[in-house]
T-cell receptor, first 113, second 112 residues
C-alpha cells in the first residue's frame, strides 16, 4: 500500500452536475498531483499543488479546479460535467523534486451519464 | 515537448521466459525516467527510476531497466516472468514541471 487514499472509489454523475474528489497524501509529502486516465489510455496530467498553491497545469479547461489543504490533503473539483469526463482519476503524492517518484492512490472511477 | 512512446500495445511471454517491455523517449535536457505498473482496478505502483549513473537500474519485484542514451530508450526487463506479472505497464518521463508524462501503456500477459 502507498499510503495515498482516495474517496470515493466509484461515482456516477449526470451530465452538467458538479463533482468533488478527495485525496489524502502520504505522510511527509508536500506535493500532490491529479491525473485523468481514460479507458485504454495512459494517465494525463491535470494539475499539481505545492504548499497549497497550483504550480503546474496540463491541457484541461478551467472547470477542472483543485485545492490543497495545510495537511497536504487535496480535492479535485469538476464543474459542468461532460460525458468525456468519464475516467479514472488518480491522485499522486510526492516530495518535490525532478528526481522523485510519486505514489498513487487507487483512483476514483467517475462515470458521467 | 517531452514525450514517451511504447511501441507495443501487448506483449505475450511464457512463464519462466525473459520479458522486455519497450520504451523510447524524447526530452530536452537530462531525462528523468520511470516505470509504473497498474493492476486491474488499482492505481499505479512505482517500479524503478533512472536519474543518473549506472545505465542498468534495478527495481521492485525483480524488474530492471536499461537506459540507452544513444537510442533514447529505457526498456523494462525481467529475467524470468511470472504469471502474476501480468498487468499494464507505463513508462514515464518527468515534464518541464514536476509532472509525469506517461506513455500509452503496454499490456503484459504471462502465459502459464
Amino acid at each position: 500500500e502507498t499510503g495515498v487514499t482516495q474517496s470515493p472509489t466509484h461515482l456516477i454523475k449526470t451530465r452538467g452536475q458538479q463533482v468533488t474528489l478527495r485525496c489524502s497524501s502520504q505522510s511527509g509529502h508536500n506535493t500532490v498531483s491529479w491525473y485523468q486516465q481514460a479507458l485504454g489510455q495512459g494517465p494525463q496530467f491535470i494539475f499539481q499543488y505545492y504548499r497549497e498553491e497550483e504550480n503546474g497545469r496540463g491541457n484541461f479547461p478551467p472547470r477542472f479546479s483543485g485545492l490543497q489543504f495545510p495537511n497536504y490533503s487535496s480535492e479535485l473539483n469538476v464543474n459542468a460535467l461532460e460525458l468525456d469526463d468519464s475516467a479514472l482519476y488518480l491522485c499522486a503524492s510526492s516530495v518535490t523534486g525532478k528526481n522523485t517518484e510519486a505514489f498513487f492512490g487507487q483512483g476514483t472511477r467517475l462515470t458521467v451519464v | 515537448a517531452q514525450s514517451v512512446a511504447q511501441p507495443e500495445d501487448q506483449v505475450n511471454v511464457a512463464e519462466g521466459n525473459p520479458l522486455t517491455v519497450k520504451c523510447t523517449y524524447s526530452v530536452s535536457g537530462n531525462p528523468y525516467l520511470f516505470w509504473y505498473v497498474q493492476y486491474p482496478n488499482r492505481g499505479l505502483q512505482f517500479l524503478l527510476k533512472y536519474i543518473t549513473g549506472d545505465n542498468l537500474v534495478k527495481g521492485s519485484y525483480g524488474f530492471e531497466a536499461e537506459f540507452n542514451k544513444s537510442q533514447t530508450s529505457f526498456h523494462l526487463k525481467k529475467p524470468s516472468a511470472l504469471v502474476s506479472d501480468s498487468a499494464l505497464y507505463f513508462c514515464a518521463v518527468k515534464g518541464y514541471g514536476q509532472n509525469f508524462v506517461f506513455g500509452p501503456g503496454t499490456r503484459l500477459s504471462v502465459l502459464p
